[in-house]
């Protein structure tokens, strides 16, 4: 465990942030700041929001010291003209155990929170429940393990950067869809902590679990990840609806 405290130490010390929150209000009207029970959080809302019609909602996990986001994919008017979707980017206190992860059985005090949000969202806005979607970025990809893992049956699909998980939890990450992503040469999160979980998920049966392992590639592999081309179709493909 000591060992597993110091990754995420220097996680937060070389992480850094990429866009301000001036930056994304500016470039996307849509998206706006509020908080939630002392959860700041930001929310991007589809251009045309029409209350008739249901839509997605992905759920952005941000790494350390990121205090806005270092992935606007989903912002982007390619995706959103063809897959209007919302996006929820919760903002954790690092001081208070971040997203949480595997190695612990209850979740953080932000990942309590964020999860009653979605919950509260879902009654202002007529959001698929069927098509939750959550994804995050080295201490955001420790959280997409930790809250599968704890919330089964609550998330379409969900896909990993950088993160990782313990192998002994294996078993509760075998029914949701799951994309994991790392980098072979990351010198922050070591990368087995992505390619140990992955071959236990398969071993145990799990058929819904992708890996992609970026080789020469440090703790930057989300540069990668937002260049892959299938990842929007294969995220909102996903349903619950499907595992019913």
């Known amino acids: 465990m000591h060992r597993f405290k110091m990754i995420l130490l220097s996680a937060a010390l070389l992480s850094c942030c990429q866009f301000s929150k001036a930056q994304l209000s500016e470039k996307y009207p849509n998206y706006t700041e509020h908080s939630y029970k ?24 941000h790494g350390s010291r990121d205090t806005v986001s270092r992935d606007i994919t989903w912002y982007q008017q390619s995706i959103q003209k063809e897959n209007p979707v919302f996006v929820l980017t919760p903002k954790c206190d690092e001081s208070n155990l971040g997203w949480g992860d595997t190695w612990r059985a209850a979740h953080t005090p932000a990942a309590i929170k964020t999860l009653s949000l979605i ?16 994804y995050g970025i080295s201490m955001g990809g420790f959280g997409v393990f930790s809250i ?9 699909a969900a896909y990993a950067i950088c993160g990782g998980s313990s192998t002994e939890v294996a078993s509760t990450l075998t029914q949701t ?25 398969v071993r ?9 392992e970026y080789p020469d590639v440090k ?11 299938s990842l929007p179709g294969w995220l909102l493909s996903q349903s619950k609806a499907q595992m019913k």
């Not at 929310?43 to 996990?61: G, N, Q, R, T, W």
């Not at 599968?148 to 379409?156: D, L, P, Y």
């Not at 145990?204 to 992609?212: A, C, E, M, R, S």
């Open 204 to 212: 145990l049966g799990g058929k819904n679990v992708k890996y992609t």
């Open 148 to 156: 599968v893992s704890k919330e089964r049956g609550k998330f379409a």
């Open 177 to 201: 869809p799951l994309w994991i992503f790392h980098g072979d040469k990351d010198d922050v999160v070591p990368v087995s902590l992505s390619r140990d979980v992955y071959h236990e998920i």
């Open 219 to 229: 703790h930057n592999s989300w540069e990668k990840t937002t260049q892959e081309k």
């Open 38 to 61: 002392a959860l700041r959080y930001g929310l991007f809302k589809p251009e045309h929001y029409d209350a008739k019609k249901s839509y997605p909602l992905i759920v952005y996990l």
């Open 119 to 134: 919950d509260s969202l879902v009654k202002v806005y007529n959001i698929n429940t069927n098509r939750l979607y959550l």
